[in-house]
C-alpha cells in the first residue's frame, strides 16, 4: 500500500445512543443517522450502531456495564478505531469508558468540534474553533488528557490535543483568555466591516446545515461560494453585494446548525452569527426530501431564539423540490415538476412558518426567479424607508 493510500485510509467507528424519555426509538434512529453522517464528513466509516434503553444515562458509563462490555467485545473482534457517542460525555464517563474500551472515544459535540476544525480556513475561524475546543477541553482535564497523550493524530485530535498537551488547568485557562481577547479585537473589526456597508438591507440565509445555502447563495449572487455535500462546508461569513431590479441588498450565507450545537460554539462564533442578529431579511433554507425537516425547522428556530435572531421578515425556502419521491420511491419526472410545485403550494408546508413560503430547488434552477421576487418585494419595502428620494428605483 503506497503513503498516499495509507493517508486516505477512513478510521472506522461504531456509534453509541440512549433510548431514554428525552427521545424515543425513531428519534434516536434519526440522531444516529446523523451522527452518521457527521463521522463520515470527519472522515470515519461507521461499522456498527449500538443502542441501549435507560430511564436515563448511566453517570458512569453511561449505557451501563454490560452494554459497554459488548461493544468491547464488537470493538476488538473487528478492529474499531472509535467509539462516538450521540451525547455529551462527562469527564467521568470519558474516563471510566476510555480504560475500559482502551481506545479513542468521542461524543457528539468533540465530533462536531473537530469538524469545525478540519473547516476552519480563516485565522479568525481557527481563533473561534480552537477557543470552543479549549472550553470544551476544561472541565475533561482529568481523563481527556492522559488519552490525548496515547493517541496520536485521527479524527478528533485537530487542534490544541493533538499538538500540545497541558496537564496545567492555570495554563490551559490562560490560553482560553487570550483566544477570548484575540476574538474581541476580530469581533471590533467585524463589526466596523458591517458599520461600512451602510444602511443597505442585510439578508441572511439561514437554515440547518448541508440544506443547500451556499448553492443558493451562488445563484443569488452569481458568485462562487464553497459548496458541497457534506455537513458544515461553510464556517465563515460570505456577504456579497446583490442587485435586485435596480435595489441593491447584502446577501450573506451564514454557518448551518444543526440539533445538539455545542454551546461553546454558539459563544465562539458570536461575531460570526451577528450576521443573523443584524439582518433585515432571513431566508429560511429547508431540506423538503429530508424525512425529517420539520424537527429540522425546529431546531434552527430555536437556534434562532436563543441567539436573539427571530422575530425578523422570513421567508421560508423548501429547497430540494426535484429529489422529492412519490409512493413507489421513484423521483418525480421533470415535466411533472410544475404540477408538483402547484400541489406542494397546497399543502400544510406553505403555511409552516405562518410568512412567506416558496418551493424551489437551487440545483435544478427551478422557480428561482419566483424567489428573486419575493425576496424583491421584501427588500424593496425595507430599502423605500430607508432611502425613501431612490423610489424611483422601484
Known amino acids: 500500500m503506497s503513503v498516499k493510500e495509507t493517508e486516505l485510509k477512513q478510521e472506522t467507528c461504531v456509534l453509541v445512543g440512549v433510548i431514554n424519555s428525552d427521545q424515543n426509538e425513531d428519534q434516536v434512529k434519526e440522531y444516529l443517522d446523523e451522527l452518521a453522517f457527521l463521522a463520515l464528513t470527519a472522515g470515519a466509516n ?14 458512569g458509563t453511561f449505557v451501563g456495564s454490560g452494554k459497554l462490555l459488548e461493544i468491547k467485545a464488537y470493538c476488538n473482534e473487528n478492529d474499531i478505531d472509535i467509539v462516538i457517542f450521540d451525547d455529551e460525555l462527562s469527564a467521568t464517563q470519558l474516563r471510566n ?10 461524543d457528539r459535540n468533540n465530533l462536531i468540534l473537530d469538524i469545525f476544525a478540519s473547516r476552519a480556513q480563516t485565522a479568525y475561524a481557527k481563533t473561534q474553533v480552537e477557543l470552543a475546543q479549549y472550553e470544551y477541553l476544561l472541565p475533561r482535564l482529568t481523563g ?18 493533538e499538538t500540545q498537551i497541558e496537564s496545567d488547568r492555570r495554563v490551559i485557562q490562560q490560553k482560553i483568555s487570550k483566544l477570548k481577547k484575540d476574538l474581541e479585537k476580530i469581533d471590533k473589526q467585524m463589526a466596523t466591516q458591517r458599520g461600512n456597508r451602510g444602511a443597505l438591507v442585510r439578508v441572511a440565509l439561514v437554515g440547518y446545515t448541508n440544506v443547500g445555502k451556499s448553492t443558493l447563495m451562488n445563484l443569488l449572487s452569481k458568485s462562487d461560494v464553497f459548496a458541497e455535500d457534506k455537513l458544515f462546508a461553510t464556517l465563515d461569513t460570505t456577504v456579497r453585494k446583490i442587485t435586485l431590479h435596480n435595489v441593491p441588498c447584502l446577501l450573506s450565507d451564514t454557518v448551518g446548525f444543526i440539533r445538539k450545537l455545542p454551546h461553546q460554539l454558539i459563544e465562539s462564533f458570536k461575531s460570526t452569527l451577528d450576521e443573523v442578529r443584524e439582518a433585515d431579511v432571513l431566508v429560511h433554507v429547508l431540506d423538503i426530501s429530508h424525512p425529517a425537516f420539520e424537527d429540522q425547522y425546529d431546531v434552527v428556530k430555536s437556534t434562532l431564539a436563543e441567539i436573539g435572531g427571530d422575530n425578523k421578515p422570513t421567508i421560508v425556502v423548501f429547497n430540494k423540490m426535484d429529489a422529492c419521491r412519490d409512493e413507489q420511491s421513484d423521483v418525480i419526472p421533470e415535466e411533472h415538476h410544475m404540477e408538483l410545485l402547484e400541489e406542494l403550494k397546497q399543502t400544510w408546508m406553505a403555511k409552516l412558518a405562518g410568512d412567506t413560503a416558496i418551493f424551489i430547488s437551487a440545483t435544478e434552477k427551478l422557480n428561482i426567479e419566483e424567489l428573486r421576487e419575493i425576496l424583491y418585494q421584501k427588500v424593496k419595502e425595507i430599502h423605500a424607508v430607508r432611502f425613501p428620494y431612490n423610489t424611483f428605483l422601484y
Do not use: A, D, S, Y
Request: no cysteine; charged share 30%.
Open 46 to 59: 461507521t461499522q456498527k450502531r449500538f443502542v441501549q434503553r435507560l430511564p436515563k444515562p448511566h453517570p
Open 144 to 161: 481527556m488528557w492522559t488519552h490525548l497523550e496515547r493517541q496520536k493524530g485521527g479524527i478528533g485530535m485537530r487542534g490544541p490535543g
Open 97 to 106: 469508558i476510555e480504560e475500559e474500551l482502551g481506545r479513542k472515544i468521542l
